[in-house]
Every structure is written in structure tokens, then in C-alpha cells.
């Protein structure tokens, strides 16, 4: 979340069960576009400088993501290096 307010975009917080299925339904309001963060398919706007920092990285941690990956075929499906918190 404090990456989201270091980039200047507003977030609402929602603590009742209730708001995530009444904002589910809810895409828009007037000129406001609502997004569920807690998902997994938001993604944070990039400058080319993190996208470059971005791709170091995962050239960085191949080996480690590619090990992982072969330890345990049987339990671990996917392997991928990620940037969600």
C-alpha cells in the first residue's frame, strides 16, 4: 500500500466484509475507476528506471528461481520471481 501512496494514487480502505462484494460490483463511479489491489491482477504503473531495475533482477535470481523449480517438480508447479507484497 505505501507503494501505491509514494505514486500518488488514492486508496480507500475497506475493514468490512461487506464493502469488497458491494465494490466488486462496483467498477466505477463518475470519473473514479475502482481496483481491488488485494488481487492478484493489479499491477503498479512503472517508470522505465523499475523496469529496467525489474529486469536486473530477474536476471539476478534465474539460478535461484530455475533451482527452485527443479528441487520439488512434484509439489511446486510454477516458480516465478515476483514484486507483490
Avoid at 23 to 43: A, C, D, M, R
Avoid at 56 to 83: C, M, N
Amino acid at each position: 500500500m505505501q507503494s501505491l501512496i509514494a505514486k500518488n494514487l488514492e486508496v480507500l480502505i475497506f475493514d468490512d466484509p461487506i464493502d469488497e462484494y458491494a465494490f466488486s460490483k462496483i467498477k466505477n463511479y463518475e470519473k473514479f475507476l475502482f481496483l481491488n489491489v488485494g488481487k492478484g491482477t493489479f499491477k503498479i504503473p512503472k517508470t522505465d528506471e523499475e523496469r529496467k531495475r525489474v529486469k536486473a533482477l530477474k536476471k539476478l535470481y534465474t539460478p535461484l528461481v530455475d533451482w527452485w523449480g527443479k528441487l520439488r517438480p512434484s509439489i511446486f508447479s510454477h516458480v516465478e520471481l515476483s514484486q507483490r507484497i
